[in-house]
Each structure stands twice: as structure tokens, then as C-alpha cells.
């Protein structure tokens, strides 16, 4: 079947390297940013979150990284597997929007062995 | 953490039909969401559907395209009203189901083919 992610930009990284994937958030008002990974056939996966007030956060395997100053968020994933093979997207949000979550335009992980 | 059911995962319809997408979650929640993901695309919200208001709909989307019912805090249903191709999509229902800012939690969506 049809894969979500078809056209989307796609970045290679062999399994074994950090993968970075970033994301340019539209409204400075944001307050609060997630990301999220999909593979096909499946609703968005929760991966980690980061408030305004923080400049990065780690989880595992995983940091995310923002830059408010040029509305900036990147995800990186370190040491990827396989499995990390998906489509990722952001979103941000904000208390002024009544929690609606507005979402980046997703980019797409290929994990080469 | 919450599990939303979603139903039917996907289908293809006659155009000019109209198709009923339900969605269910396992607790209480305020907040459902209806999103549309169209082929190689991220996710456009369609509307917010709160129990016992009327949803709200974002800019380029209209109620009689796309009604949307919230009996109760865990049940939604999403109708795609007379078909055309162009609404051959994903469309997904999310709900908020964790405390503070976040916390969202997605349905497997539905891919539907209008022929």
C-alpha cells in the first residue's frame, strides 16, 4: 500500500550514525513543542517534548534541540537503528490556541544497514 | 497511556457517497481533534470537537462537508459528506489525553479512496 512519506525530503543515515532532523516552527507565540515519529499505517508516535523555556532536552537516544531566536527545532537520534526508520514530524502549540497542535511538514528517516 | 481505537482502518467509496469514521478512546477525555493527511503530506487539523459544544472548524474546512459528533467524553465520529477524489486522504482523530501542554494521542487512522 501507499506509504505516508512518499514526498517528502528523505534523509539516509547508515545504522550506527546520529541522525539530525530539523524542523523551521512558524508562530513566535509557540509555547511548546513535540515531536513525533509515524511509521506507515500508523497515527503519530509520541518521541519527546520541549518547552519554550528550555533550550534542549534529552531522552533516550534522543535530544531535541530550539532555537527561538531563529524558531528552530532539530531532533537528534543517536546511534540509529533500523527501527527508527519513519516518517518525523514537529508540532507546536500553544496555551493561545486552545491546545491545537499545528505541525511541520515532516521529513522522512531512511536507516541504511 | 490512553489507546484511541479508530474504525474502519481504511475503505474505498463511490463518489458522491458519504463514509462515517468512528473513533473511540479507553478514558475520559476533553479534548478530540480531527486531523486529514493527504499522500506525502503532514497533518492539516479539520476541526476540534469538545463534548458538549459544537466543533470547531479551521479555515478551509465547513461543517457540511465534514460534521462531526461527540456524544460523550470518549466517542467521535468524523462523516465525509458526497465524496470527491480529491477527499481520498488519511484522516486521523487525536485526543488529549495527558496532563498540562501535552499529551496527545493518535488514532491509527482511516485511508479512504473515493473512485
Known amino acids: 500500500g501507499e506509504s505516508v512519506g512518499l514526498h517528502l525530503p528523505t534523509l539516509s543515515v547508515q545504522e550506527g550514525d546520529n541522525s539530525i532532523i530539523n524542523c523551521a516552527y512558524s508562530?513566535?507565540?509557540?509555547?511548546?513543542f513535540i515531536w513525533y515519529k509515524q511509521e506507515s499505517g500508523k497515527g503519530p508516535q509520541f518521541i519527546i517534548d520541549i518547552r519554550s523555556n528550555m533550550d534542549k532536552r534529552q531522552g533516550q537516544r534522543v535530544t531535541v534541540l530550539l532555537n527561538k531566536t531563529v524558531k528552530h527545532l532539530s531532533l537528534q537520534i543517536a546511534a540509529t537503528q533500523p527501527g527508527d526508520s519513519a516518517v518525523y514530524f514537529c508540532?507546536?502549540?500553544?496555551?493561545?490556541?486552545?491546545?491545537?497542535?499545528?505541525f511541520g511538514t515532516g521529513t522522512r528517516l531512511q536507516v541504511t544497514l | 497511556s490512553a489507546v484511541i481505537s479508530q474504525k474502519p482502518s481504511r475503505d474505498i467509496c463511490q463518489r458522491g457517497t458519504s463514509l462515517t469514521i468512528q473513533c473511540q478512546v479507553d478514558s475520559q477525555v476533553t479534548m478530540m481533534f480531527w486531523y486529514r493527511q493527504q499522500p506525502g503530506q503532514s497533518l492539516t487539523l479539520i476541526a476540534t470537537?469538545?463534548?458538549?459544544?459544537?466543533?470547531?472548524?479551521e479555515s478551509g474546512f465547513v461543517i457540511d462537508k465534514f460534521p462531526i459528533s461527540r456524544p460523550n467524553l470518549t466517542f467521535s465520529t468524523l462523516t465525509v459528506s458526497n465524496m470527491s477524489p480529491e477527499d481520498s486522504s488519511i484522516y486521523l482523530c487525536?485526543?488529549?489525553?495527558?496532563?498540562?501542554?501535552?499529551?496527545?494521542?493518535f488514532g491509527s487512522g482511516t485511508r479512504l479512496t473515493v473512485v
Open positions: 487525536s485526543a488529549r489525553t495527558g496532563g498540562g501542554v501535552g499529551g496527545y494521542t
Open positions: 508540532a507546536e502549540t500553544s496555551a493561545g490556541t486552545a491546545s491545537k497542535l499545528t
Open positions: 508562530n513566535s507565540a509557540s509555547d511548546y
Open positions: 470537537a469538545n463534548q458538549g459544544s459544537e466543533a470547531t472548524y
